[in-house]
């Protein structure tokens, strides 16, 4: 059984004939935290008015209301909104009402129910047997007034599509942070890479372990910078093993990748097999494939 939880969006496919619910049937299951009675508008009709709008590029909640009082009665009724029973048109909640709202949901739960539901739009479109790949990174966040804020986020790289997101405490590092973020993602068939700041045992045993064991038998690919001397020199030894004659530069990458299959031991928990390829600008680079990743 997969360690991810299995959200409410994963049983409303399994629920149905496989087919991925529409977003606004995915916004009605984020709890609605307003008593029953005086509710004016849905909270999946305020939402869906929300997103729209900052497709359309409104990046503030006051460019969010200007927007919303100009939609047309096509688009508010499209976005589920019903016709006010004395003005006989649908209303678009105000900036005042869309701020507030926003601000009382619980936003982990929307995070969750909406990655979970862009997680399952990209597989029903991926061919059978093809691996889901994840990368995870974490980014500063722009528009914060004390610029602090960092967030950590897993991303679909064919579909550019984030599944996941977490704010990194203030006193540590993302490299700590890899069980939060992906604890509620289902990586059930998929490869999770990440930059050399997150080649760490500790992360490889999190994605590539035994389930068991607290692991999400899953799979790897990691990159290996001179930052860490030692695992680089680990990886590029056992590319010496395979290809003895391999010259090793001053300045190159290593990648190694891993997953549950894999036996454990150096480089990194998990490793299968390593391989060596080259980059432009980033010189030499040691590419390590897994039985699930071929």
């Known amino acids: 059984m997969s360690h991810a939880r299995i959200t409410a969006v994963t049983s409303v496919i399994k629920d149905g004939a496989g ?12 709890p609605d935290p307003r008593r029953p009675r005086g509710r004016r508008f849905p909270l999946a009709f305020v939402l869906a008015v929300a997103a729209a709008c900052t497709l359309a590029g409104a990046k503030t909640f006051r460019e969010i209301g200007d927007q919303a009082a100009d939609l047309p009665q096509k688009v ?15 209303i678009a909640p105000s900036e005042t009402r869309i701020r507030t709202l926003l601000h009382l949901i619980d936003t982990e739960i929307l ?39 960092k967030l950590f986020a897993a991303m679909l790289h064919e579909e550019k599509a984030v599944i996941a997101q977490h704010r990194i405490p203030d006193e540590t590092t993302e490299t700590t942070q890899v069980k939060a973020l992906l ?22 045993d999190y994605i590539a372990g035994p389930e068991e064991d607290g692991g999400r038998g899953s799979a790897y690919f990691l990159f290996v910078k001179s930052n860490q001397p030692k695992l680089q020199r680990a990886v590029f030894d056992a590319i010496q093993q395979d290809c003895p004659a391999t010259p090793i530069t001053r300045n190159w990458t290593a990648a190694t990748a891993g997953s549950s299959a894999a036996p454990s031991g150096p480089p990194v928990p998990g490793t299968a097999s390593i391989s060596r390829t080259s980059g432009r600008s980033r010189g030499s680079a040691a590419t390590a494939t897994t039985p699930a990743a071929r």
């Open 19 to 30: 087919k991925v619910p529409g977003l606004l049937a995915v916004l009605a299951l984020v």
């Open 76 to 90: 508010l009724r499209d976005l589920g909104g019903k016709p006010h029973p004395l003005r006989r048109k649908v």
């Open 111 to 149: 995070d969750e129910i909406t990655g979970g539901w862009l997680r399952s739009l990209a597989d029903a479109g991926r061919l059978d047997g093809l691996l889901a790949a994840i990368a995870i990174d974490g980014k500063w966040l722009r528009g914060v007034l004390d610029g602090q804020v």
């Open 183 to 204: 604890e509620d993602v289902d990586l059930d068939g998929a490869v999770v890479t990440a930059d050399a700041v997150n080649a760490q045992r500790d992360t490889a």
